[in-house]
């Protein structure tokens, strides 16, 4: 068992890892490399299709060909080549399903033997033998998917033309879809089925347990086997499939590597990097910040009262910490090239601080103290941090539950912020400093950031890290080029996949030695491609280093998502730091009202992202998620106006519920999207994704309670209305980018 565990281990990795490394080298080169021998001619032709769009290009611009025809013709041959490819597919398949037919009938035969349960194995290898094939012609799918991508992008590139618009709308679409096969759906589900049964059958036949059970009535409590492992594995990542972890994770727009390798020293140095409680601490920040925030919300009217200021300067006071921490994400990011540790230090430090100076507002009545310390509270942002550490520094195998942790802290923090504010309705002194409901998130903030410091200053450990500039000179000392280095990873990786396939007696390779002796034109056609692979190898490499360098990444797919992010920002935020002046004015209600109402909106939270995660992603499509979300923002928005008098509570809370709930699925599947058309480029560095999202959303949340304070000087019976006008027409915008941008989200 032990044997076969390895062998369909090693099997996943070699397939992952060609998948990978054809994505990084020049992809004509590395098809032909990767191609299963006897399937040579059933592949898509990328050759002959980059080929066609040079010469479209050359046509069109020496005014030889129009448009419409290069179009029809391309089509033509894009229709042709996913043909081709959807036929062999059902083809395979059918012989997949005649040999597992076969199979059943030697099974069946076995019972009625007594001496069958010695030939168990036999057909037990069998059955296996049928799921490597079927691991192979999953392998076949991706790889011709990729192909696809990438001469689509090369033609809208080249031509300057949304062709993968067009093409993905009219095909994608229709009720006879062949893309629709190679991109979303093998149709294996049936194959995998009749495997993973027979395969449980034949193991229960074997150790005598005689159970009647079958593995559709308990399905949590069958372990399947490695070989149907690898292959939902491989399903799971051809389709997109998500759960709840993987919903989380991506949520917390944490990139995962686009090249992993699995050498021993890899793993080492995972090892030395990755530290369980100095994880621990940076979930600990996560949580304690987010608390931070939302702790204030149910009082910040009455504190501004209380100083002499308007109700409605609660939208500054509480907008205040998101206006620092636009620049403290910058900073801190740019931090964590050198350190974790210190600015993790220096964060505490500054909160400890700040929520020190809020809480002594009271006393010295001073408004300007109170603004103050909230913006000392956002320049000890730590969030960036956070994230930085989880996707540098944790390994691969845990980093999916790093992220959700993450998500989940920040989830959690939200719900007890306004929760911890309903309970400290007291007053008295101590000495000349007061503690009331308005000042005891400041103190009780200030004395859990002081315990967070010691914590942090006995128990974190400095992960170990390697300078860039330190491994590039290392390289060039060394003499060794990175495509030589490349090109022994090649080799290794080559003959390791051959010795394989010899073990599971493959007749062919796996990967097919490239020969020298090809034609002159073939091999100038690989030089080009190679070059062009280096440079899109350097560019994946290497991290961007400016604001500037970040934006020109931005395709725009990436800016619709962003400009989404920014909606469902400002609308959670006009909800959530006007309530208790909306409430106040509307319904009476008291501050632990506002702090209970709110603490149960933030409980929502990980609900909804477990039944979008498990659920509604799998049930339907991100793109289809993502803008039914949108309009039922836009819905709870439309409701929460004030039209009719009075304003009811039912009203309110259930447009608030409405607003709040299609915001949070919208975050996940907008955080998920966003992670997968965003550039490689921008999952490392300063100015990586995670602090375009994080400043995209900070900038919505100061502009929404900007929002509130200017709209306080209208009163507060025009608060509401006013605030929501923006929302609405912000959320209407959104929508219209969404429809334009529909396609290339495919």
Known sequence: ????????????????????????????????????????????????????????????????????????????????????????????????????????????????????????????????????????????????????????????????????????????????????????????????????????????????????????????????????????????RLSNSTNFLQFLGRHALIFPDELPTPSAEDDIDDEQRYHFISLLLNLANTFLYMVNTYIIVPTADHYSLTLGAAATVCGVVIGSMAVAQVFSSVYFSAWSNRSYMRPLVFSSIILLLGNTLYALAYDLNSISVLLIGRLCCGLGSARAINRRYISDCVPLKLRMQASAGFVSASALGMACGPALACLFQTNFKIYKLTFNGDTLPGWVMALAWLFYLIWLWTSFREPYRENYKDLSSHDSNSGKSPRKIQAKIEKDFGEQCINVAVENGCTQPLLINYEANQEEEEEEDDLQDCDDADEDSDKVQKPVDSIVSAYRLLTPSVKVQLFIYFMLKYAMEILLAESSVVTGYYFVWSTSSVAIFLACLGLTVLPVNIVVGNYISNMFEERQVLLASQIMVCLGIVLSFQIVVPYSVPQYVGSALITFVSAEVLEGVNLSLLSRVMSSRLSRGTYNGGLLSTEAGTLARVMADGTITLSGYLGQGMLLNTTLLPSFFICISSIVATCFTYNSLY
């Open 1 to 236: 068992m032990l044997n076969f565990v390895f062998q369909s281990l090693i099997l996943s990795v070699i397939y992952t890892l060609i998948i990978c490394t054809t994505i990084m080298v020049a992809f004509g080169k590395k098809l032909r490399e990767s191609q299963i021998q006897e399937w040579k001619g059933y592949y898509i032709n990328y050759k002959l299709m980059k080929k066609k769009v040079n010469r479209y290009t050359q046509e069109i611009q020496v005014g030889e060909q129009n448009r419409p025809l290069v179009l029809r013709d391309f089509s033509r041959l894009l229709d042709c080549q996913i043909e081709k490819i959807v036929l062999f597919l059902l083809e395979q398949q059918g012989l997949l399903a005649s040999r597992i037919s076969n199979l059943r009938d030697q099974y069946d035969n076995i019972i009625q033997q007594p001496e069958g349960k010695q030939v168990c194995d036999q057909v037990q290898e069998a059955y296996r033998d049928v799921g490597r094939d079927l691991l192979r012609l999953i392998f076949y799918v991706e790889i011709n998917a990729i192909g696809l991508r990438k001469i689509l992008k090369k033609f809208d590139k080249r031509l300057r033309y949304k062709f993968t618009d067009y093409y993905v709308k009219t095909r994608s679409n229709h009720p006879y879809s062949q893309l629709r096969q190679v991109f979303k759906h093998v149709s294996v589900g049936a194959v995998v089925g009749a495997i993973s049964r027979n395969l449980a059958e034949l193991q229960d036949l074997k150790d005598n347990r005689g159970s009647y059970v079958s593995i559709y009535d308990q399905p949590e409590l069958s372990i399947p086997d490695p070989v149907v492992h690898s292959i939902n594995t491989a399903v799971e």
